[in-house]
């Protein structure tokens, strides 16, 4: 499964700031301009490292947090331990035959409903590869480099636009 740490090159990645002062600030903006999912977001930044506390609806919105960080130039590692992972709450059959039919909707759930546990790659961008390519090697297909865009939607603003150090998902 996922790290907590993440390690980036530094002098690749959007330009958010100029210097440490702003950096941690300018990082919490862009999070949030494109939320991946995460609330009461907390944003420390200290000689290239960003730590990141709050709470994520999910692995992928974790992850996606992570990369959205990590992918800023001056930014070399991501410290993710405190964003923590809001858990659905999974609702046996036992549990709703126990409870009181009047002050709770009926809540039918099965193994089935409870998503598993998407298996996530991540990919460091190389000169010369586009999303196809990639899409190519991981899947077999690159007509599925859609796949790739949309669950990095948040870290890629432009499926033609992605650059060598880039660290993407692929689940």
């Known amino acids: ?38 609330k009461a977001l907390n944003v420390l930044y200290d000689d290239g490292c960003v730590t990141l506390k709050g709470w994520a609806n999910n692995q992928a919105a974790k992850e996606k947090c992570i990369l959205m960080a990590g992918n800023v130039e001056g930014v070399e590692r991501v410290e993710a331990d405190m964003l923590e992972v809001d858990e659905p709450r999974v609702v046996t059959s036992a549990a709703v035959e ?33 999303l196809w390519k990639i899409a190519s090697e991981a899947y077999g297909n690159g007509a599925r480099y859609t796949e790739i865009f949309e669950a990095n939607r948040e870290v890629i603003e432009d499926p033609d636009k992605i650059y060598p150090g880039q660290k993407i998902r692929i689940p």
């Open 98 to 130: 126990e409870a009181p039919a009047a002050s709770e909707p009926e809540v039918s759930a099965t193994p089935e409903a409870a998503s598993p546990t998407e298996e996530t790659r991540f990919y460091v961008i190389q000169r010369g590869d586009t």
């Open 1 to 38: 499964m996922f790290g907590s740490l993440l390690d980036f090159a530094k002098d690749v990645g959007k330009k958010l700031f100029t210097s440490d002062a702003e950096a941690a600030m300018n990082i919490h903006a862009h999070i949030e301009a494109n939320n991946p999912g995460v």
